[in-house]
């Protein structure tokens, strides 16, 4: 009798561990159709009213697509590795919507316009930052690729901030709302470029 239960108590634990191992298409498509239904809204909101946020979200959605007919040619059981690359797929198109609609949310609509001090206000501690951390590895041979990643990466804060000083100086007080966003994520990559160097 005690050997028939251990005997069950073994083929449940493997159903169970089976089952936890089955990795199925179905869960990602679930979750990539209302994330379509979302950037289709927000790219008919845009389209007319900020050209440019309207051709990035478009772009995406088209990647989206893809994704979702990828999921619709795979096998409905997926390996460990395959659900992982098409839920990091997922989660990528996630994060750029949210990205992408940061500033608009934030108050984009209120404020048509933007002064390039507010940016300058952001760039400098950033600059500042990057110096530190080149003074920190410039005598470090064995971070020299950390080193020349920092001096590249400064150049082109550098060079974001010229522009943006030539920008103040040629009289243009505020910046359009499209301008504004680009440099917006520009600085952003900046940031997270900076993380990423010293990872």
Do not use: W
């Not at 009798?1 to 199925?24: E, G, H, N, P």
């Not at 994060?95 to 209120?110: D, M, N, P, Q, S």
């Not at 060079?159 to 103040?168: A, G, H, V």
């Amino acid at each position: 009798m005690k050997a028939a239960i251990f005997a069950l108590a073994i083929i449940a634990a493997s159903i169970c561990l089976i089952q936890a191992q089955d990795y199925r298409s179905t869960v990602v498509l679930g979750r990539v159709r209302p994330l379509i239904r979302e950037y289709e809204g927000h790219y008919n909101r845009h389209r007319h009213t900020n050209r440019r946020l309207g051709e990035r979200i478009n772009s995406e959605l088209s990647q989206l697509r893809t994704l979702e007919r990828d999921l619709n040619r795979a096998s409905r059981n997926l390996d460990y590795r395959a659900y992982n690359a098409y839920e990091r797929r997922f989660q990528r198109h996630q994060e750029r919507l949210r990205e992408l609609l940061k500033y608009v949310t934030a108050g984009h609509h209120r404020h048509h316009h933007r002064s390039p001090q507010l940016l300058l206000g952001r760039i400098s501690p950033l600059l500042a930052t990057y110096e530190g951390h080149l003074g920190r590895y410039r005598h470090h041979h064995h971070h020299r690729h950390r080193y020349h990643s920092l001096q590249h990466e400064l150049h082109r804060v550098r060079q974001l901030e010229r522009e943006l000083f030539e920008m103040e100086r040629s009289g243009a007080a505020y910046l359009e709302p499209d301008y504004f966003f680009d440099v917006e994520r520009r600085l952003m990559r900046h940031e997270a470029r900076l993380a990423e160097i010293l990872e």
